[in-house]
């Protein structure tokens, strides 16, 4: 099991540079995460504008208040928590928890499912049921981080991920909707 | 254990992943150049109060009483003894410097470290107070708002302070 890009540590002193201020230090922490921040935000939003707003007031926060961090190694799931709560926050502006999945519409040719094919039946799933599954299936969140941090309960996580991969799976199977070009790469490696 | 199939069955593990936009960076740190304001605090906000701290403390000054500082445990107590001929837009000015004050003294405690159940409650009371900033925004002369803003940084700034973020009501009294 690929373990998650949040799990990479910071070390005491980096996390000391980063309460004071040290842009360098600060840079180099923003590297060593972003691009996890991006794909998890990208992911569940389905959107780049919004991914970014997300990514940026979370390195904002996590960087304006470093000193609520006691333990450096946990800095990584410390800001995974952040991005969580910016993506919720977001469905909660605009009104989206009860969005309508649009899982019943007409796809096209069937074929060997793709990456591209997976990506574009994640992006029909309504946007609560896809950042759970997101967070549970390829960030390996539990039950019980993905409650806390969207402000849910268990019952609530184990639902939603019961319905997005139902959803998710009868998309695949009721037809796959092609690849735009052709060049997607198999989803399950044929 | 779970089996890998069933955490993960479609096999997003595995899934391409993008890299952040080069701008980022840049977008990211000219935001905290220029040391904005958390998001909590709108830059309106901040000078609604600032105007109406003027308006309030003027008149306060020439006549005598000084304002007190809000407790944090009675965030709705007046800062200026009440008068009969206090206004509606007393009112609504007296809850806007109470925001602000209350607002400076949070600022003065969130710099200290917190569990991570902690920061969830945090967050979460960060996004409440937006929720109601948003609300503000759009009716800012609406008294009950400010009110309501001001019950919520009270909250926040006794839980602070006595570090209790599991509480559901907290009653220390500063």
Wanted: net charge negative; charged share 30%.
């Amino acid at each position: 099991m690929n373990e998650s890009p949040f799990a990479t540590p910071l070390d005491e002193l980096s996390l000391q540079r980063l309460r004071k201020r040290c842009r360098a230090t600060q840079e180099r922490v923003y590297r060593t995460y972003v691009d996890a921040c991006w794909n998890l935000a990208l992911r569940s939003t389905g959107c780049e504008a919004r991914a970014w707003d997300v990514v940026q007031d979370a390195f904002v926060r996590a960087f304006r208040k470093p000193a609520q961090l006691r333990d450096p190694s946990r800095f990584g799931f410390w800001l995974r928590r952040i991005v969580v709560h910016g993506i919720a926050d977001q469905y909660r502006d605009r009104f989206e928890a009860s969005r309508v999945d649009s899982d019943e519409e007409p796809v096209e040719a069937a074929g060997e499912p793709t990456w591209l094919d997976l990506e574009r039946c994640l992006g029909r799933l309504g946007s609560v049921d896809r950042l759970v599954l997101w967070l549970h299936d390829a960030e390996g969140m539990t039950h019980e981080e993905i409650a806390e941090s969207t402000g849910h309960t268990v019952p609530w996580s184990k639902t939603r991920l019961s319905r997005a991969r139902a959803r998710l799976r009868k998309m695949l199977n009721a037809g796959l909707p092609a690849s735009r070009d052709g060049t997607g790469e198999a989803l399950h490696g044929t | 254990m779970e089996r890998e199939f069933e955490r993960d069955p479609f096999g997003l593990r595995a899934a391409p992943r993008s890299r952040a936009p080069e701008d980022l960076w840049q977008s990211l740190s000219d935001e905290l150049d220029c040391g904005r304001a958390p998001a909590r605090t709108a830059p309106w906000i901040a000078a609604a109060a600032a105007v109406a701290a003027l308006a309030l403390a003027v008149p306060l000054i020439v006549d005598g009483p000084s304002p007190t500082e809000p407790s944090m445990s009675n965030p709705l107590a007046s800062t200026a003894t009440a008068t009969p001929a206090a206004t509606g837009i007393e009112a609504l000015r007296d809850a806007q410097v109470r925001s602000a004050l209350l607002e400076r003294r949070i600022d003065a405690l969130d710099d200290r470290s917190v569990s991570a159940g902690a920061l969830e409650r945090i967050v979460m009371l960060e996004s409440e107070l937006r929720w109601i900033d948003e609300l503000i925004s759009s009716d800012p002369d609406r008294l009950e708002l400010w009110q309501q803003r001001n019950e919520l940084l009270g909250e926040m700034g006794q839980r602070y302070a006595m570090n209790d973020w599991q509480t559901e009501n907290p009653t220390l009294v500063l």
